[in-house]
Protein backbone atom coordinates (compact mmCIF):
# COMPACT_ATOMS: atom_id res chain seq x y z
CA UNK A 1 0.00 0.00 0.00
CA UNK A 2 1.07 3.74 -0.96
CA UNK A 3 0.31 6.58 0.91
CA UNK A 4 0.55 9.85 -0.38
CA UNK A 5 0.32 13.15 1.56
CA UNK A 6 -0.37 16.41 -0.63
CA UNK A 7 0.08 19.98 1.28
CA UNK A 8 0.84 23.49 -0.01
CA UNK A 9 -2.46 24.17 -1.40
CA UNK A 10 -4.26 27.46 -0.89
CA UNK A 11 -5.78 30.28 -1.78
CA UNK A 12 -4.13 32.66 -4.15
CA UNK A 13 -4.67 35.72 -6.51
CA UNK A 14 -4.25 35.53 -10.09
CA UNK A 15 -0.55 35.84 -10.70
CA UNK A 16 0.39 34.18 -7.74
CA UNK A 17 2.74 31.32 -7.33
CA UNK A 18 2.03 28.05 -4.78
CA UNK A 19 3.92 25.15 -4.16
CA UNK A 20 2.57 21.76 -3.81
CA UNK A 21 4.08 18.78 -2.02
CA UNK A 22 4.00 15.27 -1.92
CA UNK A 23 5.17 13.06 0.65
CA UNK A 24 5.17 9.21 1.15
CA UNK A 25 4.59 7.90 4.75
CA UNK A 26 6.26 4.66 3.15
CA UNK A 27 9.35 4.08 1.54
CA UNK A 28 7.70 4.59 -2.16
CA UNK A 29 10.06 6.53 -3.83
CA UNK A 30 11.72 3.20 -5.39
CA UNK A 31 11.13 2.46 -8.67
CA UNK A 32 7.81 5.04 -8.56
CA UNK A 33 7.26 7.37 -11.12
CA UNK A 34 5.02 10.06 -9.83
CA UNK A 35 2.41 12.35 -11.01
CA UNK A 36 -0.11 15.23 -10.12
CA UNK A 37 -3.62 15.50 -11.05
CA UNK A 38 -6.28 18.03 -10.69
CA UNK A 39 -9.78 17.86 -10.88
CA UNK A 40 -11.90 21.58 -10.83
CA UNK A 41 -15.76 21.53 -9.94
CA UNK A 42 -17.80 19.61 -12.50
CA UNK A 43 -14.94 18.69 -14.40
CA UNK A 44 -12.83 16.02 -15.43
CA UNK A 45 -9.45 15.17 -14.29
CA UNK A 46 -7.02 16.65 -16.12
CA UNK A 47 -3.03 14.90 -15.59
CA UNK A 48 -1.20 18.28 -15.08
CA UNK A 49 2.34 16.57 -14.55
CA UNK A 50 4.42 13.95 -14.49
CA UNK A 51 7.92 13.12 -13.68
CA UNK A 52 10.70 9.75 -13.74
CA UNK A 53 11.98 8.37 -10.81
CA UNK A 54 15.15 9.31 -12.15
CA UNK A 55 13.92 12.58 -12.79
CA UNK A 56 15.18 12.88 -15.72
CA UNK A 57 12.19 12.55 -17.87
CA UNK A 58 9.02 14.72 -17.02
CA UNK A 59 5.74 15.65 -19.17
CA UNK A 60 3.63 19.13 -18.42
CA UNK A 61 -0.04 19.78 -19.78
CA UNK A 62 -0.45 21.93 -22.35
CA UNK A 63 -2.37 24.24 -19.68
CA UNK A 64 0.33 24.27 -17.94
CA UNK A 65 3.69 24.42 -20.06
CA UNK A 66 5.69 27.37 -19.07
CA UNK A 67 3.64 28.36 -15.68
CA UNK A 68 4.20 24.60 -13.78
CA UNK A 69 6.89 22.75 -12.61
CA UNK A 70 7.34 19.32 -11.55
CA UNK A 71 10.55 18.53 -9.87
CA UNK A 72 11.12 15.30 -7.41
CA UNK A 73 13.95 15.14 -4.23
CA UNK A 74 14.33 10.82 -3.43
CA UNK A 75 16.24 11.67 -1.09
CA UNK A 76 13.58 13.47 1.13
CA UNK A 77 11.07 11.24 -0.32
CA UNK A 78 9.24 14.18 -2.13
CA UNK A 79 7.93 15.69 -5.05
CA UNK A 80 6.53 19.05 -5.52
CA UNK A 81 4.72 21.21 -8.43
CA UNK A 82 5.70 24.60 -8.94
CA UNK A 83 2.94 26.70 -9.77
CA UNK A 84 3.68 30.03 -10.92
CA UNK A 85 1.36 32.49 -13.23
CA UNK A 86 -1.32 30.98 -11.64
CA UNK A 87 -5.34 31.68 -13.62
CA UNK A 88 -8.27 31.39 -12.32
CA UNK A 89 -8.76 28.19 -13.91
CA UNK A 90 -6.35 26.48 -12.26
CA UNK A 91 -8.80 26.45 -9.33
CA UNK A 92 -9.44 22.61 -8.58
CA UNK A 93 -8.33 19.67 -6.20
CA UNK A 94 -4.65 18.94 -6.92
CA UNK A 95 -3.80 14.72 -6.33
CA UNK A 96 -0.52 13.64 -6.00
CA UNK A 97 -0.19 10.61 -7.90
CA UNK A 98 2.86 7.42 -7.73
CA UNK A 99 2.72 4.38 -10.30
CA UNK A 100 4.94 1.01 -9.94
CA UNK A 101 7.68 1.64 -12.87
CA UNK A 102 10.25 4.22 -13.00
CA UNK A 103 8.47 5.99 -16.63
CA UNK A 104 5.68 8.01 -15.37
CA UNK A 105 4.46 6.39 -19.03
CA UNK A 106 1.54 4.47 -17.69
CA UNK A 107 -1.56 4.07 -15.32
CA UNK A 108 -0.55 5.43 -11.99
CA UNK A 109 -2.31 2.96 -8.95
CA UNK A 110 -2.15 4.78 -6.03
CA UNK A 111 -3.04 8.51 -5.30
CA UNK A 112 -3.60 10.71 -2.29
CA UNK A 113 -6.61 13.01 -0.85
CA UNK A 114 -6.00 16.30 -2.40
CA UNK A 115 -5.02 19.61 -1.72
CA UNK A 116 -7.49 22.09 -2.75
CA UNK A 117 -6.00 25.25 -4.96
CA UNK A 118 -8.43 28.21 -5.17
CA UNK A 119 -7.23 31.07 -7.70
CA UNK A 120 -8.99 34.63 -7.38
CA UNK A 121 -9.62 37.65 -9.97
Known amino acids: QVWLVESGGGSVQAGGSLRLFCADS????????MGWVRQAPGKACEFVAA????????FHADSVKGRFTISRDNAKRQIYLQMNRLKVEDTAVYYC??????????????WGQGTQVTVSS
Open 97 to 110: AARNGKSWRGLFES
Open 26 to 33: ECIFRNNA
Open 51 to 58: ISWSGDDT
